[in-house]
């Protein structure tokens, strides 16, 4: 299983203690690239991919480093409409 297929899994489980850091790879891995430029400066970030078009845009969790259960159910129900997972 590779490292990617693990990630997709930690996150589908949506899991209690997932980090930013650990989203940010799993999209750019399924091939969203972050937007570092415009309204998304400070703990706003956007991810962009460039094949679909398909923008996510979310707030980093703060003051901590965890993602909230809303913003993982945002981001999969956004993923699985674009068909980036199944």
């Known amino acids: 299983m590779s490292r990617r297929d693990k990630a997709l899994r930690r996150f589908l489980s ?47 969790p703060h003051p901590g480093n965890i993602m909230k259960r809303y913003q993982m159910e945002l981001i999969e129900d956004a993923l699985r409409a674009k068909g980036s997972i199944k």
């Open 14 to 60: 949506r899991p209690a203690d997932l980090r930013f850091d650990e989203m940010s790879r799993l999209l750019k891995d399924l091939g969203y690239e972050e937007i570092k430029s415009g309204k998304t400066s400070g703990s706003r970030v956007a991810y962009f991919n460039k094949l679909s078009g398909h923008i996510i845009r979310l707030h980093k």
